[in-house]
């Protein structure tokens, strides 16, 4: 591919509001040339996150594809009409060249079954209490990351499922074959097998040339502290809608709170999940999860990576205070 997309949010630095979304478009065989663009033409109209989707062409296999395709802008932050909710693609074509923008509004679900609307209750941990900063924060309903692969746009976010009253990570797969995108698949990262009522949240999604689609996460729940975890999809061979039983990468050691304003106990905002460059069989997530407070730091995160094989070569594994091991 051609080009680096990077999207900013714009706030204004005085008074209150989104200031609109940025898209910036860097030549990969010159960085220092690059051009600015508001995709949206709507600065202040729609406060919403667009995540550029990694395009995944013309390496281990898959198909390459002409000079000036680009790539796909996609954004949800609970966008809904009569019921209905969508989300907002926008496809950036020619961007060394006097990009275009082309958007669309694809409705993908309904406020009864995907996505009640309702406020973010923010996600439980063992050791919460009714106080609101026992909560960790799940913050809001914004595309987290995104991936296009031969005619197939992915992304992730987190929603307020109706099913079980609780918050959860979400992945949502387009087809851009035709003019408009449609919906192909979509489901839930449910992490039953991780607790009863578990919180899945801030997920990150990647796919290998074998259609095997890798997620990240993160979960908590009553009985368990904040952790990281990862889940994969055979998009080839598993049932619609569905992911294969969760992997602990590692799970929570203790209680976290730190609170930086309000009630506000932020977690996140992201995990990661990238696609082995030597081995296209296997995945590397990064994540956090809570450690065991210390007297001087009160709550602490840390860091952790895995190595995540399809079919498995080892289980999951990580070491948060060396390299990497497999």
């Not at 600015?36 to 594809?65: C, K, Q, W, Y």
């Not at 973010?120 to 919460?128: D, E, I, P, R, W």
Request: with cysteine; proline share 5%; glycine share 8%.
């Amino acid at each position: 591919e051609e080009a680096i997309y990077i999207t900013a949010n714009l706030f204004r630095m005085s008074g209150s509001g989104y200031g609109g979304m940025r898209l910036w478009i860097f030549d990969k065989n010159n960085l220092a040339k690059f051009t600015v663009h508001d995709p949206t033409g709507l600065t202040s109209s729609i406060a919403t996150t667009f995540m550029p989707a990694e395009i995944r062409a013309g390496f281990n296999g898959l198909p390459t594809r002409p000079a000036g395709s680009g790539t796909y802008l996609i954004g949800y932050s609970g966008l809904n009409d009569e019921g209905k909710l969508y989300t907002s693609v926008i496809k950036v074509t020619n961007p060394l060249n006097g990009p275009t923008f082309d958007q669309w509004y694809v409705q993908f679900g309904t406020l009864d079954v995907h996505d009640t609307q309702a406020t973010f209750q923010n996600a439980v941990q063992l050791g919460s209490t009714a106080d609101a900063t026992s909560r960790i924060w799940t913050n809001n309903r914004r595309v987290l990351d995104a991936v296009w692969q031969q005619g197939s746009l992915w992304c992730v976010f987190t929603v307020a499922y109706p099913l079980s009253n609780t918050e959860k990570a979400y992945w949502l797969k387009l087809s851009t074959m035709t003019v408009a995108p449609s919906v192909l698949d979509q489901g839930v990262i449910l992490g039953d097998d991780i607790a009863s009522n578990v919180f899945t949240f801030f997920p990150s999604i990647a796919i290998n040339s074998k259609s095997i689609v890798a997620f990240g996460f993160s979960a908590s729940a009553e009985t368990i502290f904040a952790g990281a975890y990862v889940t994969v999809r055979d998009d080839k061979t598993d049932v619609k809608g569905s992911v294969q039983s969760t992997e602990i990468v590692r799970q929570g050691e203790g209680f976290y709170s730190k609170v930086f304003d309000g009630t506000r106990n932020r977690w996140g905002d992201y995990t990661g999940m990238a696609n082995d460059p030597v081995d296209d069989d296997c995945f590397w997530a990064y994540n956090q999860y809570a450690g065991v407070p210390t007297e001087v730091l009160g709550s602490i995160w840390k860091t952790v990576w895995a190595r995540l094989c399809v079919p498995p070569k080892t289980k999951p594994s990580a070491n948060p205070s060396g390299s990497p091991s497999v």
